[in-house]
C-alpha cells in the first residue's frame, strides 16, 4: 500500500519561512509528477508547485520566486521550500505524486495535509 506522509507545517509570522516533506513509501516501483496543492478554507484546491521526474518545474504565479519544489528521487521524497510568507498563504497543503508500484499500473496519490498559518 502506497502512502504519502507530509510534514513541516505550522504557524509561522509574515516573511517567515518553513520547509515542507512528503515520503512515500510502499512496494514503489517509480514515482512520476509529483506536486504541492493547497486548499484555504473556502476556496478550492489549487496548484502551488509541479515537477516532473526528470524537466521543468512549473509554479502558481502567486508563488514564484518564493517558493521552490525539489525532489529527492533516492528517498522517494518531495519537498516544498517557502519562503517570505504571507498571509495569503495560509492552506492546508497537500502532496500529490503519480506512482508505479511494482506489477501493477501508475496511479494518483494524495497525502492527508498539513497545516501552514501564516500571521499578519
Known amino acids: 500500500q502506497v502512502q504519502l506522509v507530509e510534514s513541516g507545517g505550522g504557524l509561522v509570522q509574515s516573511g517567515g519561512s518553513l520547509r515542507l516533506s512528503c515520503a512515500a513509501s510502499?512496494?514503489?516501483?517509480?514515482?512520476?509528477?509529483m506536486a504541492w496543492y493547497r486548499q484555504a478554507p473556502g476556496k478550492e484546491r489549487e496548484l502551488v508547485a509541479r515537477?516532473?521526474?526528470?524537466?521543468?518545474?512549473i509554479y502558481a504565479d502567486s508563488v514564484k520566486g518564493r517558493f521552490t519544489i525539489s525532489r529527492d528521487n533516492a528517498k522517494n521524497t518531495l519537498y516544498l521550500q517557502m519562503n517570505n510568507l504571507k498571509p495569503e498563504d495560509t492552506a492546508v497543503y497537500c502532496c500529490?505524486?503519480?506512482?508505479?508500484?511494482?506489477?501493477?499500473?501508475?496511479?494518483?496519490?494524495w497525502g492527508q495535509g498539513t497545516q501552514v498559518t501564516v500571521s499578519s
Open positions: 500529490n505524486a503519480v506512482i508505479q508500484e511494482r506489477h501493477m499500473p501508475a496511479h494518483n496519490y
Open positions: 515537477i516532473p521526474q526528470s524537466g521543468s518545474t
Open positions: 510502499g512496494n514503489i516501483f517509480s514515482i512520476y509528477t
